[in-house]
């Protein structure tokens, strides 16, 4: 752990300079590095930038696209912004909690919710795997969970 909490230190050294205002690119760089935002990470980010481990906190907990705990082997993001939700989007989400409940397979995946991704034409969206899909139904959306947990 050490070592990692060094190449980090160094890492950050060259990358941001120690101002506050570097904080949320940093969890960005941090976020796009390990997938989320570990505990140890956001504790070096701290100290790099000269500011305390709650407020750190705090900010990676007020940002929806970041996430501050390690995700399972799949994420499903369904879209809960307006156009989604008013074309089926809740119907998804609760889809999405049956089939993974029902499956058995809620280990093995995340299940988030997350604002407009900006392809409100093709509503209602999930992104599965780092991957947006449009125009989703119950059913397709059940399809593709059973094709990616096999
Ligand atoms: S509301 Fe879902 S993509 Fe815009």
Redesign the pocket.
């Known amino acids: 752990m050490n070592r990692e909490r060094n190449e980090l230190r160094a890492t950050l050294r060259q990358k941001f300079p120690r101002n506050r205002g570097q904080l949320l690119p940093a969890l960005h760089y941090l976020h796009h590095e390990f997938g989320y935002l570990p505990d140890w990470a956001m504790e070096v980010v701290g100290w790099h930038l000269g500011i305390p481990s709650s407020e750190v906190y705090g900010a990676a907990t007020s940002y929806t696209e970041l996430r501050i705990r390690k995700p399972a082997e799949h994420v499903i993001r369904v879209?809960t912004?307006?156009?989604?939700?008013m074309n089926g989007?809740k119907r998804l989400l609760a889809e999405a909690h049956a089939v993974l409940a029902d499956g058995g397979v809620q280990d093995s995946f995340t299940l988030e919710e997350t604002p407009?991704?900006?392809?409100?034409g093709v509503?209602?969206?999930a992104e599965i795997d780092g991957e947006l899909r449009g125009r989703l139904s119950e059913g397709k959306l059940s399809a593709i969970i059973g094709e990616v947990s096999s």
């Open positions: 879209c912004g307006l156009s989604c939700w989007g407009c991704a900006y392809i409100c509503a209602p969206v």
